[in-house]
């Protein structure tokens, strides 16, 4: 095989708590994780010239060791002694900055994908050991699926697949940095702590009420300052049917959860015809909890 092009989804919190900082200004988290069907494309093609070459479509990212591609082929190169080169096509989707792990993703993918290309047989455990490396949340992307997380967020707990429902997706045009969000939070007797433990507990027992009841993010605050929008459109998405809403990651991305599909779809056309219509997606939850299975590989004859 000499070309593979894989999708790197994207994922949302449904809970995220902060419950400590390390001395080196990590923070310790607990957090549960859904993959969603919103997806990067990421094609890989062996090449005869040593180096790493990469393109995307979106002509603000870097192609060079501060894209998360490149950095994910360059270490999985290094540890593994290739010599043969690669080059990347990157077609981001995955809105950028937003919460979503969409450069985790595509880490992640890339690390996936160069294990296939290159015959190395690392095991997924192996490729998440690399993937931290590369990131926090590169590990969870590489498992997918449903999932508790917890140290810094390279401690994973596979979970039944979450409730099945819809889920809108809508990003304000801001960019708010996750660097700036965490050295943001205060962590007191005031932050209002997500009841993960409850949440879990209805995930166990496919109880869509249980979870919407318990959707929390203790950043959510934090980039509420910077970015008022983010009560806004979570307002509106309850108002026209959502079950739930809450701010994804360090944010801005507010994603809503509907049980019925019409009032999902009309909030989905009332969104896409607004301020923010670039930048709304109606999607569903992942649920593969088998990595990156066949039938997600698509062989291209060339890019
Ligand atoms: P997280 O939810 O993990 O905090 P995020 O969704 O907030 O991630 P990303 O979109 O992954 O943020 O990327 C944040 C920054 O990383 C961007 O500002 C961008 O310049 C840089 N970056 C590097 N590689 C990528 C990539 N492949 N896709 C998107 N951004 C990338």
């Known amino acids: ?19 400590g900082r390390r001395p080196n200004g990590y923070h310790d988290v607990r957090m549960i994780m859904q ?17 790493i070459m990469m393109k995307t479509n979106l002509h603000y990212l870097p192609t060079n060791e501060n894209n998360l591609v490149y950095a994910a082929a360059k270490l999985f190169k290094d540890t593994l ?26 880490a992640a993918a890339t690390l996936f994908g160069l294990n296939e290309l290159f015959d190395t047989n690392l095991s997924l455990e192996q490729l998440m050991e690399l993937g931290v490396q590369i990131g926090a949340d590169v590990p969870f992307c590489l498992l997918r699926g449903t999932a508790l997380s917890e140290g810094i967020g390279e401690i994973l707990t596979p979970l039944a697949p979450a409730p099945s429902c819809y889920c809108l997706i809508v990003k ?20 209002n702590h997500p009841d993960i433990d409850g949440m879990l507990e209805a995930i166990a027992f496919n109880d869509l009420k249980g979870v919407t009841s318990r959707l929390g993010n ?50 989905f056309y009332q969104f896409k015809i607004g301020e923010y219509g670039k930048q709304t997606f109606l999607t569903r939850f992942f649920n593969n909890n088998t990595a990156h299975s066949h039938q997600d590989l698509e062989f291209d004859e060339e890019f």
Do not use: W
């Open 1 to 19: 095989m000499d070309i593979i092009t894989l999708k790197a989804y994207a994922k949302i919190n449904l809970a995220l708590d902060v419950i």
């Open 35 to 51: 993959t969603i069907q919103l997806y990067d494309k990421v094609t890989m093609k062996r090449t005869s010239t040593p180096g």
């Open 81 to 106: 002694h290739i010599e043969d080169g690669v080059y990347i096509n990157l077609e981001k989707k995955i809105p950028v900055a937003a919460g979503m792990a969409g450069g985790s993703s595509d």
């Open 172 to 191: 304000p045009p801001v960019s708010v940095s996750t660097k700036f969000v965490y050295e943001n939070l205060v962590l007191d007797e005031t932050t």
């Open 218 to 267: 203790v950043l959510e605050p934090v980039t509420l300052a910077e970015c008022p929008e983010i009560a806004q459109i979570k307002q509106e998405m309850l108002d026209l049917g959502a079950i739930g809403s809450l701010m994804s990651g360090s944010g801005p991305t507010v994603f809503g959860l509907f049980d019925n599909q019409k009032k999902a779809e009309k909030a």
